[in-house]
C-alpha cells in the first residue's frame, strides 16, 4: 500500500506537509504511511482521500481498479466539462495524471491567480492556441470575438 501512497502523493503533485494539511493529520504519519511504517490507514483518512482527491479506495488498498474514481459525470470514458467547476476537479482526472510534472505544477499555479483579467487573457490564449493546434476553420471567428473583447 505505501508504494500506491507515494504514487497519490506523486499524481496530485503535493509536498507531503501540504498533503498533511489538506488531510488533517501531521506530516509525520504521511511520512509513516508512504514509508510503510503504518500498514493500514484509518476508513476515515480513506473516505478523505476520496473526497479531496478522488482516490479510489479499493485502489489504494489492493492495487486494484483504477487510481482516481471516474468522476460522477463521465459519458462515454469522458468528463464533461460542466463536471470540472474549480482546479481540484481537473488536479483529479486522468488528464492532469498523464501530464508532466512542469505542466501539473503550471495548472495548480494557475489556481493562485486571483486577478480576472489575467485569467481572462489566460483563457483566451488557451483558447486561440487549442483552435490553432486543430487546425479549426474557426480560428478567424475566434480571432475576431477575441478583439471585440
Known sequence: ??????EIIA???LKNKELAGELGITPAAVSDIANGRVKNISGSLLI????KFNINPSW????????FSPPSDVKEGK?????ISDISDITR???FKNLTKEQREIITHLASVK?????KKVSDIMSR?????KGDRDLDDLDRELQRK
Open 93 to 95: 482526472t486522468r488528464w
Open 60 to 67: 489504494l488498498l489492493t492495487g486494484e481498479g483504477e487510481m
Open 129 to 133: 492556441q487549442s483552435a490553432k493546434e
Open 115 to 119: 486577478d480576472r483579467e489575467i485569467l
Open 79 to 83: 468528463v464533461s466539462y460542466t463536471a
Open 11 to 13: 499524481a496530485i503533485g
Open 48 to 51: 478523505l482521500l476520496q473526497l
Open 1 to 6: 500500500m505505501n508504494y500506491r501512497f507515494k
